[in-house]
């Protein structure tokens, strides 16, 4: 066997590994912090919607059931309710791409990203527990990036950048195939457009796994 596939088969191996153990602690405190880290990166996503577009955030409130909202006035509606779910998305296809590029250097992103974190709960995130959240995690972040070796860093990165683009996927299936009536941004966007939910959800599904794919397709082909 030639040493390419064996990189490529321990990079398989590791796959099956962090989908396995993901799954069986799915519903444990273990997971719940990169739930909420998943619900942040959606909420703060239709922020930066807003105001590329011409809006503002006025706040951001993050709820200890996996729920949350972003209060952003003005802006493009159709853009800003469309960024959530594929916001997050993008998000981990942009961490995990970071984690696989950034080499010795993974502790330097990882710090970036809880000073982002711990900045944007700061200035936007109001209600004590997103606000304590957001200090903790992005704190966490920081201290992780300075005490952990680089490999660790780069598994770090791997697993929430893996972790919120599987939670885009679910969390689209659950709140708009499966409950289309709740006021979820699928819901808000068809009373703009008039397209149904159900067409969102499976729109948003579609490009979620498209995108998911190629993801995996491009580290196995780099492994």
Not at 77 to 83: K, M, V, W
């Amino acid at each position: 066997m030639t040493p390419r596939n064996r990189r490529r088969l321990r990079f398989l191996a590791g796959f099956a590994l962090y989908f396995t153990a993901l799954w069986l602690l799915w519903a444990t405190p273990l997971v719940y912090p990169l739930k909420i880290f998943v619900v942040f990166l959606h909420e703060i996503s239709h922020g930066i919607a807003a105001v590329a577009t011409g809006g503002s955030i006025q706040r951001i409130t993050l709820s200890p059931l996996l729920g949350g909202a972003c209060y952003c006035p003005g802006g493009n509606a159709f853009i800003t309710l469309s960024a959530g779910y594929l916001g997050s998305l993008l998000w981990g296809a942009a961490i995990l791409e970071a984690g696989q590029r950034a080499g010795r250097h993974a502790g330097r992103v990882v710090q970036g990203l809880g000073v982002g974190v711990l900045v944007l709960s700061l200035l936007y995130v109001r209600g004590l527990f997103g606000l304590l959240f957001g200090i903790l995690f992005g704190g966490a972040l920081i201290l992780a990036a300075g005490r952990l070796p680089p490999e660790w860093n780069r598994t770090l990165l791997t697993v929430l950048g893996l972790t919120s683009a599987l939670y885009a996927i679910l969390d689209i299936k659950s709140d708009v195939l499966d409950r289309p009536h709740l006021p979820s941004d699928a819901y808000m966007l068809s009373q703009i457009t008039g397209i149904p939910t159900v067409a969102w959800g499976v729109i948003w599904i579609a490009i979620a796994l498209t995108v998911s794919t190629l993801l995996f397709l491009r580290a196995f082909r780099k492994a």
